[in-house]
């Protein structure tokens, strides 16, 4: 028997317990407990499961989106290596380059992730890797600001899909407790990205000159090659979903099927299925959908600073007075440590099962983070001005993975996750073309301006938290109160989160 067609008889043996529906399909009020087929399953063992997930799915997601932060990214250290002299702009053109890029991003990722679901991970994401693979890797050929500006746009539609695809991708093996630890050890990717791009680019560097190219041109181009090389690999390493996976047992795959699809009842105590049906429907809903709009506020409390720390932080340092060799080298103990901290932080939030004390305490170490920066730069204290860096920085990254993870627990259906985190990213990306313009070289050295906008930023995000835990809350006792009703087995399921037996994480 096959995956699915097992998984499918074990459904159908969960729900048509004495209460199912009967075959005149009358409204049923759906009892039993979300454990009733635990003794399918008593050979089972999870960790061994997770584990197994673990080594097949998450070395190789954190290795694109490293090469996809580097690739973003690396513009920040090719201009202290002389890109703007080379190309003759001006700083303001500088920032148009950075913030060109984000609408694209933003434009493309909705539309991304519902393909991603057509045309299967294994498919897609390679082959929109080998896409920004080869801008990037054209990027050092450009002879202008025009030509910059325009490999630019094309770096953003190609990247687009990435990150919004991987995060759902992950929630298609991992139940709502298990996520945030997974998608922070994803994520940190990006800060491994940021050490390894300053180690990398000081390396580069020193090829300038090498067949008649600036060392800033070798940056992009052999980062860009890296990535499509990386990329031809992928489209036979990336497994499509749980049914499909060859690492795993059929008893495994039909086990982690089933865990999957019943999670978002479990803390109700009944056994409602996830819709997995395409219908425009749900993409409809989480257009609609209340909760989005107040993450995208506050994903830009977090966002906005966190590129802005992505694309400036080696100017920064610079401009503190360092050459800019030892600027690139001072951004690595930044991003390691954020990295560490990510994963620490995001194993204990899925082992407490709850996302927004550890959210509201990221931010509250950002703002502080900043206002250090503010304070020490009025005062010319360059070594403090590095430590409130090095705060901010080290809570963005696990608060980043805290925001992706919460609302991907509270959608339930599995084509409105992937459209509602999709429009979480894309629109929450729009503070990076803001952040873009944040650190002008009009305000070097202290950016005064940069980190006052950077706390506003944070400040609206700790706001929009706090709306979030509150409505989240009130709605879980409103159902814990009411009595469930009488639905169909399929209207339960087409309701979502929005079904009575739904709870949301807080």
């Not at 197994?52 to 490293?66: E, M, N, R």
């Amino acid at each position: 028997m096959s995956p699915k067609s097992a998984s499918a008889e074990l459904e159908s043996r969960i729900i048509n317990q004495p209460t199912a529906m009967s075959e005149d399909k009358e409204p049923i009020h759906i009892v039993g407990e979300t454990g009733g087929a635990s003794d399918e399953f008593g050979d089972i063992n999870p960790k061994k499961v997770l584990t197994k997930l673990d080594l097949h799915i998450i070395p190789v997601v954190s290795v694109l989106f490293l090469l996809s932060f580097l690739d973003r990214g690396n513009i920040g250290n090719a201009r202290i290596e002389g890109l703007a002299e080379s190309l003759k702009m001006t700083g303001p053109q500088f920032n148009w380059t950075l913030t060109v890029f984000f609408f694209t991003y933003t434009l493309f990722q909705v539309p991304s992730n519902l393909l991603l679901k057509r045309l299967t991970p294994s498919i897609w994401l390679p082959s929109i890797m080998v896409a920004w693979g080869t801008v990037a890797t054209l990027m050092g050929l450009v002879q202008n600001f025009h030509g910059l500006l325009a490999a630019r746009i094309f770096l953003g539609a190609a990247e687009a899909g990435l990150f919004p695809g991987v995060s759902y991708y992950i929630t298609t093996w991992y139940v709502r407790e298990e996520c945030q630890f997974r998608q922070a050890m994803f994520s940190s990717a990006a800060g491994v990205a940021g050490a390894f791009s300053g180690l990398l680019a000081f390396a580069i560097a020193k090829m300038d000159g090498i067949g008649g190219l600036e060392g800033w041109r070798w940056i992009f181009i052999l980062e860009g090659i890296l990535t499509v090389i990386v990329a031809c690999i992928s489209y036979f390493i990336i497994y499509d979903s749980p049914e499909t996976a060859t690492f795993l047992s059929n008893e495994e795959r039909v086990w982690l099927v089933r865990r999957l699809k019943y999670q978002g009842s479990k803390d109700s105590g009944y056994v409602v299925a996830e819709s997995d049906e395409f219908q425009w429907k749900y993409v409809k809903d989480a257009f609609s959908d209340w909760q989005i709009y107040l993450h995208i506020l506050a994903y830009w409390g977090v966002d906005c600073p966190l590129y802005g720390i992505a694309l400036f932080l080696p100017t920064i340092i610079k401009e503190l007075g360092y050459v800019s060799s030892t600027a690139q080298l001072l951004t690595v103990p930044i991003y390691v440590t954020a990295c560490a901290v990510s994963v620490a932080v995001s194993f204990y939030s899925d082992r407490c099962r709850r996302r927004s004390p550890f959210i509201l305490t990221g931010l509250f170490v950002v703002l502080v983070g900043f206002i250090i920066c503010i304070t020490a730069s009025s005062r010319d204290a360059h070594g403090a001005v590095y430590a409130g860096i090095f705060i901010a920085t080290c809570a963005m990254y696990p608060t980043v993975a805290g925001m992706i993870t919460w609302l991907s627990n509270n959608l339930a259906g599995s084509y409105k996750r992937s459209a509602g985190m999709a429009i979480q990213i894309s629109l929450g990306s729009l503070s990076g073309a803001a952040a873009s313009n944040f650190y002008r070289q009009s305000d070097s050295p202290k950016f005064i301006l940069g980190h006052a906008l950077e706390i506003g930023f944070v400040s609206v995000g700790l706001l929009a938290i706090i709306a979030l835990r509150l409505n989240y809350q009130s709605i879980n006792r409103k159902r814990d109160a009411e009595p469930v009703g009488e639905y169909l087995v399929e209207e339960m399921s087409a309701l979502g989160d929005k079904a009575p037996t739904f709870r949301y994480i807080l």
